[in-house]
């Protein structure tokens, strides 16, 4: 059992790699790239965030397998809660592309304009999508906090972590809106991302693992 879930974690990862490069390859390939506004950038885009979150959480998975004589199992009440979690997630992560795409392609001048811009009708699609990000990170972000609160009893500090990094990633996202995404807080931002997504991935092994292989360690 701990043999191949080992295995199975580390192959999951190694295709992950795979896929990250063949997308990244994708994109170049495609001339998805420069100012290229295509509808197809505006998928290929998050769906390369999306397989980098998934990278990050096989990543992580294998990492908390190896680091003890630990297993899980996919079983019990809380597995519509953490799939339901990484739903968010994934939400928060493809809007969150799309939104720093539409900034790359079409940067504002003004907090002023860029909000007007976001309303307006003639406005590139790719703009106008951009107020979906922060609707989908406010709401995914409270349930992501309430529902670590609500099972802080078998990990507290991730719990803490989870419900810190939600909130401090809120601020960061309103400081980019504000100062028009200066580089510093674009990647700033991003690392909280995936550190909120590898935060969220311990939680849900840590929820998930087989008594008898639960260690006495508080996480
Ligand atoms: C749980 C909270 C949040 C998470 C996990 C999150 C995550 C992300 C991710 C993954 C990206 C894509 C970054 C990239 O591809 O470079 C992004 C972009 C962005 N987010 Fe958030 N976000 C959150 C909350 C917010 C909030 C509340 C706002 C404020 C309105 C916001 C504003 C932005 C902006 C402006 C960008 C584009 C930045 C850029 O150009 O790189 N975010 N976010």
Redesign the pocket.
Known sequence: MKGSQRRMAALTTGVAIIIEALLGAWLVLAELVADDASVMRAIS?PVH?VNT?FLLGALTVTAWLLSGDRTFRWQGPDRRMISLGVLG?VL??A???V??????LFPSESFAEGFARDFDATSHFLTRL?IL??IV??L??VY?MTQAQRRKDVAPRLATSITG??AV?????????VTL?PLA???I??L???L??VAWVLFATELMQDADSRDSVEV
């Not at 939104?99 to 790359?104: D, F, K, R």
């Not at 990633?169 to 809106?177: A, D």
Request: proline residues 2%; without cysteine.
């Open positions: 885009v965030l979150f997630l928060i992560g809007s969150g592309a939104t720093a795409l539409a900034g790359t951009r990000h922060p990170a406010i995914s972000g992501l990094l939600v990633q809120w601020g960061v996202g309103f400081l980019n809106v995404t807080a674009q990647v931002h991003l909280l991302a995936d909120l997504l």
